[in-house]
């Protein structure tokens, strides 16, 4: 079975808990998580081994200056998902 490919929208509150959820499906794969902050919050998602992404390059820079590892832009995320979920 094809794994479906999932980009969350914002990794505050509510997408921590569904990306979480999304990497207990079987038939679901995190395609990465999307956001514009660089705080304690993305670099928790750091740690869970997720692909991180920024809304654009200017919040890339700003996530790469606070030392988050950053895999692209949402429009990257966007051309490997099949669905997007917006948190």
Not at 8 to 25: E, P, S
Not at 30 to 55: H, N, Q, S
């Amino acid at each position: 079975m094809k794994k479906i490919k999932v980009a969350i929208n914002g990794y505050g509150v509510i997408g921590k808990r569904v990306a979480d959820a999304v990497v207990l499906q079987d038939d679901m794969e995190l395609a990465g998580v999307c956001d514009v902050i660089t705080d304690w919050r993305i670099k928790m998602a750091e740690d869970k081994k997720y692909p991180v992404f920024a809304f654009d390059e200017t919040f890339q820079n700003n996530m790469k200056n606070a030392g988050v590892k950053v895999e692209g832009t949402l429009t990257r995320l966007l051309e490997t998902a099949d669905i997007i979920i917006d948190c």
